[in-house]
């Protein structure tokens, strides 16, 4: 198939950026999206332009590192990463938009890299159980009901790729916080850090400058793992709990 | 470095060693002297470990904030490391590639952890772990040290689910446990097929807590490209921020790499794009010994190649073959048809004829070999890529009609789900296509017991080291092993090195942080200023072609020499003829590129020269030359029980080979067999 491609290209961070258009043959429908764009790649190397910067790394869904808006959508028009969608999923003729993460708290490096930093600041705020390395109980000693280690799996499934915030007309990373929060607060190991850990994760949200959530619900639908809305309902609760204990 | 004296291939063509046992390599290396683990006590293997964490020397909590460490890679073993180090008290600083330590590609991993808790009192125990692991590795690995692996895998599933890891439970809320790789006892732990996420998000988690403490500083996007070797020791690195492009030096008392495997050198593997072996190669330039460094494992159920655009292997859990069949069909005048239309007295299940006991359950490398050789007669099925068809079929429908659908639907769901995603087809009413793709290097940097290179003050952990896992690696293991290492055993035997320490501090001018300076310098503006014609890619690929075809899962010695001469011409080529767009001081992926690929392309030759030395079949590999009147693999214990440690003998030099020889004391060494 044949393609049209718009994409964003930005020198770094401080210069502005502008869509470019290039022109794609040959396009095989089994190719991910991003083989698609390592092909742009080789022909722009070959004629002599720069290559378009991207991030991608396992490219099998589960490390979280690529992510693009394509024609709008976070990780395009299918529920999975960038590095599994495939140019099936595209028609031949097709002019593609691709264009980096939007946030603020996300902001462009170059091209469609974007800095993620934030999600880790966010972690570092509480997104963690406290507990030294040997100074663990046998792992029995605690036993986690069924349908409990099962949603806590489910919730931890989240790879941090972003695409929540980048679908989000707020900007808000609630999903993202709300699948840690109700991670660990599923678990008995989690309960006695459970306060603290959602008053200090959301006031580092704030202040890494994402918005807040009104319950659109973009976040979800764009969530390559389905990390389900009611996340925020739980870390809107727990965070209504701690501070009715006075934190 | 003293350049040695090489015997050069002319003058030792298809000659005796100069030990006189036959070798092929001759010419291609240099005969070293012998090699001796000294860390590891003598006495009963199951007290060595007691004893050196014993022996180690103690830090007093109040010196080791003056202690500086550096650790390299933040997968499970970088990242462990780096937590516990953290919490000890002493001052951490850790790289990464990627741009959060979350994204190391341990995540990938799917199946499992192994850990000798024998919950389902079936019969496990420390020493059945130390003993299938040791078998599973066809007797090349170091017997203390998979002892030690053992002994310690039980800790981790107690730290991680103290961590919060969301390990599957049963209904009484105990944790489950499978069975994995053909083992007969069941000790894997699991998160579903995403162990190895949640196990390096429990380990980002802790490392995280660190960073937030102040322990540990954290540098992302920042590749290692020099080790700083000062006065004989690992005092640092130097490192590229890969949105700056600054040139950074960073000094510590002692350094780990953490860094991963190097099954990129293969161009199509299931790692990660990213996943390089810069690191270990600088540090193997600098004087620390590259250890078998052919033993690759080659997982046999991955997505067949689609087209030359791929530019990487996806992995399917090997469960699959549980309930699949393999086949090809009898006549290559087949291959080209729809597989429902192929009746089944054409079809050839090999695998179930050649090795009826076994049948499709035959070991991974046995199940890769065989699948090689039907596509090589032309018997593959799936597109033709370079005028082959590479993929065999496993067929369900005999598993659809026996269990039904939702049986199948139920076991292996999520994989057939992944499966139709990625090409397009529906493997409940087609046969799914599978290939042979490299999956994990065995190979790996030298270390002695205390996890320590030859090279004092760089310990390596993890996949990048070579010590666990012999020719081959069970399933479920490598995970325990990075965890081990990195949470359990370093943190143990790094204090007794840096009992010595604080060291003098160096200085920024000092020659050896000046050099290593300049060298990655000159190293950037060389490939910036080439100008040629090819891409680093094209490069890459082509490299990858000649592994797989002659250091892949069968190897012969006529194979090794050509690729030897290919990669020797891929070498020239590359450094006159590649072309690097951009600049050096801002974000370049090309330049990235091109500095990993430079160091495959010598690990390739290398590779291909310990595969020569090694003329026997064993663990993953095949040397075509040694197997039984029935084709079976054929190892040789009387001359090939060592580890080939490799010395780097300097750009224009032959690598210098030193042996280390493996006893064992406590497990008697036995021939496998699958038929």
């Known amino acids: 198939m044949n393609l049209t491609l718009k994409i964003w290209r930005q020198p770094d961070a401080t210069t502005a950026g502008a869509m470019h258009t290039y022109e794609l043959a040959d396009v095989s429908p089994d190719m991910s999206f991003l083989e698609m764009l390592d092909v742009l790649n080789e022909q722009l190397n070959e004629q002599g332009e720069e290559p378009i910067a991207f991030d991608s790394d396992c490219r099998e869904g589960i490390c979280g590192m690529c992510g693009l808006m394509i024609n709008g959508d976070a990780h395009g028009p299918e529920v999975t990463t960038t590095c599994q969608l495939h140019m099936r999923s595209f028609v031949d003729g097709e002019t593609i938009t691709v264009e980096p993460w939007r946030s603020d708290a996300f902001p462009v490096l170059k091209d469609l890299v974007v800095d993620r930093g934030a999600f880790d600041r966010i972690i570092q705020q509480g997104g963690y159980i406290s507990v030294n390395t040997g100074s663990?109980?046998?792992?029995?000693?605690?036993?986690?009901?069924?349908?409990?280690?099962?949603?806590?799996?489910?919730?931890?499934?989240?790879?941090?790729?972003?695409?929540?915030?980048?679908?989000?007309?707020?900007?808000?990373?609630?999903?993202?916080?709300?699948?840690?929060?109700?991670?660990?607060?599923?678990?008995?190991?989690?309960?006695?850090?459970?306060?603290?850990?959602?008053?200090?994760?959301?006031?580092?949200?704030?202040?890494?400058?994402?918005?807040?959530?009104?319950?659109?619900?973009?976040?979800?639908?764009?969530?390559?793992?389905?990390?389900?809305l009611d996340v925020i309902s739980q870390l809107n609760k727990d965070l209504r709990t701690a501070i009715k204990h006075g934190h | 470095m003293d350049m040695p004296d090489t015997v050069t291939a002319a003058e030792a063509s298809h000659s005796e060693a100069l030990d006189g046992d036959y070798d092929d390599a001759v010419g291609y290396y240099t005969p070293g002297?012998?090699?001796?683990?000294?860390?590891?006590?003598?006495?009963?293997?199951?007290?060595?470990?007691?004893?050196?964490?014993?022996?180690?020397?103690?830090?007093?909590?109040?010196?080791?904030?003056?202690?500086?460490?550096?650790?390299?890679?933040?997968?499970?073993?970088?990242?462990?490391?780096?937590?516990?180090?953290g919490e000890a008290g002493y001052n951490v600083k850790t790289f990464c590639y990627q741009d959060s330590p979350r994204r190391a590609h341990s995540i990938a991993a799917q199946g499992g952890i192994n850990a000798a808790k024998n919950y389902k009192e079936d019969g496990d125990s420390v020493h059945r772990l130390f003993y299938d692991t040791v078998k599973g590795g066809d007797y090349r690995s170091r017997e203390s040290n998979v002892y030690r692996l053992a002994e310690v895998s039980a800790n981790i599933i107690d730290q991680c689910v103290a961590q919060g890891v969301p390990f599957a439970r049963e209904y009484g809320g105990l944790l489950d446990n499978r069975s994995f790789g053909g083992v007969q006892v069941s000790r894997t732990f699991y998160a579903r097929g995403q162990t190895g996420q949640q196990l390096l998000i429990g380990a980002y988690q802790a490392l995280e807590r660190q960073i937030s403490a102040g322990t540990v500083s954290m540098f992302t996007r920042h590749e290692m490209l020099e080790l700083i070797v000062a006065d004989g020791k690992a005092r640092g690195i130097i490192a590229r921020d890969m949105v700056t492009g600054e040139v950074q030096t960073h000094l510590a008392d002692v350094v780990v790499l953490a860094s991963g495997g190097y099954g990129n050198v293969f161009y199509l593997s299931t790692n990660a794009m990213g996943s390089n072996v810069t690191a270990a190669w600088r540090a193997h330039r600098k004087g620390a010994y590259m250890a078998n460094p052919c033993y690759t494992q080659i997982h046999p159920t991955c997505i067949p190649v689609s087209g030359s655009h791929q530019s990487k292997l996806t992995l399917m859990s090997e469960s699959l073959r549980n309930d699949g069949r393999i086949w090809v069909p009898k006549s290559q005048a087949d291959c080209e048809k729809d597989p429902r239309d192929i009746p089944e007295e054409d079809r050839d299940y090999y695998l179930e004829r050649i090795y009826p006991s076994f049948g499709n359950l035959v070991p991974r490398d046995i199940a890769s070999r065989a699948a090689k050789n039907v596509c090589d007669e032309g018997r593959g099925v799936g597109p033709e890529v370079d005028g082959v068809r590479r993929g065999v079929y496993l067929d369900f429908a005999e598993a659809i009609e026996r269990l039904g659908r939702d049986a199948v639907e139920s076991k292996y769901g999520n994989l057939f789900d992944m499966y139709a995603r990625i090409t397009g087809e529906d493997p409940y009413s087609v046969p799914m296509r599978i290939y042979p793709a490299v999956h994990y290097v065995m190979g790996g940097l030298w270390v002695d017991y205390d996890l320590q290179s030859t090279i004092p003050g760089l310990f390596v952990t993890g996949e990048a080291n070579f010590s666990d896992h012999g020719a081959n690696r069970l399933g479920a293991s490598a995970l325990m092993q990075g965890l081990a290492d990195g949470y359990f055993v370093l943190p143990h035997t790094i204090r007794d090195y840096l009992a010595d320490g604080p060291f003098e501090a160096i200085a920024d001018d000092h020659p050896a942080v000046v050099?290593?300076?300049?060298?990655?310098?000159?190293?950037?503006?060389?490939?910036?200023?080439?100008?040629?014609?090819?891409?680093?890619?094209?490069?890459?690929?082509?490299?990858?072609?000649?592994?797989?075809?002659?250091?892949?899962?069968?190897?012969?010695?006529?194979?090794?020499?050509?690729?030897?001469?290919?990669?020797?011409?891929?070498?020239?080529?590359?450094?006159?003829?590649?072309?690097?767009?951009?600049?050096?001081?801002?974000?370049?992926?090309?330049?990235?590129?091109?500095?990993?690929?430079?160091?495959?392309?010598?690990?390739?030759?290398?590779?291909?020269?310990?595969?020569?030395?090694?003329?026997?079949?064993?663990?993953?590999?095949?040397?075509?030359?040694?197997?039984?009147?029935?084709?079976?693999?054929?190892?040789?214990?009387?001359?090939?029980?060592?580890?080939?440690?490799?010395?780097?003998?300097?750009?224009d030099s032959a690598p210098v080979l030193h042996k280390e020889d493996l006893v064992y004391t406590a497990i008697e060494m036995k021939q496998r067999s699958y038929k």
């Open chain 1, 136 to 228: 663990a109980p046998e792992a029995h000693s605690v036993p986690v009901p069924k349908d409990d280690a099962d949603r806590a799996f489910n919730v931890a499934t989240c790879i941090g790729c972003g695409a929540c915030v980048a679908a989000c007309p707020n900007g808000s990373a609630s999903l993202f916080m709300g699948a840690k929060v109700t991670h660990l607060g599923l678990l008995p190991q989690g309960q006695p850090e459970r306060d603290e850990r959602v008053v200090n994760m959301v006031a580092q949200h704030d202040h890494e400058g994402f918005g807040g959530c009104t319950n659109i619900g973009e976040c979800t639908a764009a969530c390559p793992k389905e990390i389900p």
């Open chain 2, 33 to 85: 002297e012998p090699l001796v683990d000294t860390k590891a006590p003598d006495g009963p293997v199951a007290d060595r470990w007691q004893t050196r964490k014993f022996e180690a020397r103690l830090v007093n909590p109040a010196n080791r904030r003056k202690l500086s460490i550096i650790i390299v890679g933040t997968g499970l073993a970088g990242a462990s490391a780096a937590a516990t180090l």
């Open chain 2, 515 to 651: 050099e290593a300076h300049e060298s990655v310098h000159q190293r950037i503006e060389h490939f910036l200023t080439v100008n040629g014609t090819r891409s680093v890619d094209s490069y890459h690929r082509e490299l990858g072609n000649i592994m797989w075809e002659y250091c892949g899962m069968e190897r012969t010695e006529d194979g090794l020499r050509k690729a030897i001469d290919l990669i020797r011409g891929l070498r020239d080529d590359f450094y006159r003829n590649v072309k690097v767009l951009g600049a050096s001081e801002s974000l370049n992926q090309s330049l990235e590129k091109a500095g990993r690929v430079a160091d495959f392309i010598e690990l390739g030759e290398l590779m291909c020269i310990d595969a020569l030395n090694r003329r026997e079949s064993c663990g993953g590999h095949f040397r075509a030359e040694s197997q039984t009147e029935d084709g079976e693999a054929l190892r040789h214990d009387e001359e090939y029980a060592y580890v080939a440690a490799w010395e780097w003998g300097g750009d």
